[in-house]
């Protein structure tokens, strides 16, 4: 069946950058646009932002825009997301996730996740 599993996290100073890496198997990711996700403790899972299967075209939530890069390389497998500047407030479970709808982003598929502790 369909799986991602997320990487690349881990524990990180306030203003360091971070990439995560998240490797789609069981399916071609070419099949499905993807997305990024967190859940800080004790908030709701909020949407990052998304990356479309057909052109790369990207979006972001709007209190997302500015600090983070979404991009896949189907050859791979595998989407990514870059981080700049990581705030202690932005310590939470990152997920990937797999969806049939760009906008709006529809999870059908998701990953286990990647914790990221941004310590001050």
């Known amino acids: 069946q369909v799986q991602l599993k997320e990487s690349g996290g881990g524990l990180v100073q306030a203003g360091d950058s971070l990439k995560l890496s998240c490797v789609v198997s069981?399916?071609?990711?070419?099949?499905?646009?993807m997305g990024w996700f967190r859940q800080a403790p004790g908030k709701e899972r909020e949407l990052i932002g998304a990356?479309?299967?057909?052109?790369?075209?990207?979006y972001y939530s709007d209190s997302m825009k500015g600090r983070f890069t979404i991009s896949r390389d189907d050859a791979e497998n595998t989407v990514y997301l870059q981080i700049y500047s990581l705030r202690p407030e932005e310590t939470a479970v990152y997920y990937c996730?797999?969806?049939?709808?760009?906008?709006?982003?529809?999870?059908?598929?998701w990953g286990q996740g990647t914790q990221v502790a941004v310590s001050s």
């Open positions: 990356v479309s299967v057909s052109n790369g075209n990207t």
């Open positions: 069981g399916r071609s990711i070419a099949a499905y646009h």
């Open positions: 996730a797999a969806s049939n709808v760009y906008r709006p982003f529809y999870p059908v598929y």
